[in-house]
């Protein structure tokens, strides 16, 4: 089992560009959790998705973050436009809703 | 939503002694406690969960007690050794919603 897989693993990006990060969850979970882990805040969900469909975004900071899952094995979180306030480590995790959370080894972001 | 406070923020034992963590959580609805390590550059990873039918639950040097009466539950490690040195998280969430809460963490340092 490869675990849930996140690239890229670093990115460092100007204020104002797009970013975007990539989750692979583990084959067989059907439900996808994305959060952002920072010094002052912590872990926080920002959203959640079960057989694709997004279920609670209320987490998402503001308009300039989105996500998506086009299919069981992708799903993708793009920040437009980021901002120095958006760096954080960003955390993918996936679960069957049975079993335990399971996180990849997450995306550092870092907006200058 | 779900309130979850952990103490204490950082913790130093020294090796072979117990290690303990305690979080309270405010939703008397959240039946649902996992407990999470992470090492430096790495997502967390669970180490024992225990849900609100069972009081204590044990593996190996860990476990857990919960206290559904008070709101509160504890990780206890005992015999600790120098690789027991991570960040520790608790978490709860209710069983029909998958959206963890997590404390704010706990640094365990193992002294040698």
């Known amino acids: 089992d490869a675990g849930v897989i996140q690239s890229p693993r670093h990115e460092v990006t100007e204020m104002g560009q797009e970013v975007t990060l990539r989750c692979k969850p583990i084959s067989g979970h059907d439900y996808l959790f994305w959060y952002r882990q920072t010094m002052m805040r912590g872990l926080e969900l920002l959203i959640y998705?079960?057989?694709?469909?997004?279920?609670?975004d209320s987490g998402m900071p503001e308009d300039r973050f989105s996500a998506k899952m086009p299919n069981a094995s992708f799903s993708t979180l793009k920040i437009q436009p980021s901002e120095p306030r958006d760096s954080a480590v960003y955390f993918c995790a996936s679960t069957t809703g049975l079993g335990p959370l399971s996180f990849g080894p997450g995306t550092r972001l870092t907006v200058t | 939503g779900e309130n979850v406070e952990q103490h204490p923020s950082t913790l130093s034992v020294q090796e072979g002694d117990s290690a303990v963590i305690k979080c309270t959580y405010s939703?008397?609805?959240?039946?649902?406690f996992p407990w999470y390590k992470q090492e430096l550059g790495k997502g967390p990873q669970l180490i024992i969960d225990?849900?609100?039918?069972?009081g204590e639950k044990k593996d190996q040097r860990i476990a857990v007690t919960l206290n559904k009466t008070a709101k509160h539950f504890s990780l206890h490690i005992t015999e600790t050794q120098p690789e027991d040195s991570a960040v520790y998280f608790c978490?709860?969430?209710?069983?029909?919603?998958?959206?963890?809460?997590f404390g704010a963490g706990t640094t365990v340092t193992v002294r040698a």
């Open positions: 998705f079960n057989n694709n469909v997004p279920i609670d």
């Open positions: 939703d008397s609805a959240s039946n649902y």
């Open positions: 978490a709860a969430s209710m069983g029909n919603d998958y959206k963890l809460s």
């Open positions: 225990i849900r609100s039918n069972v």
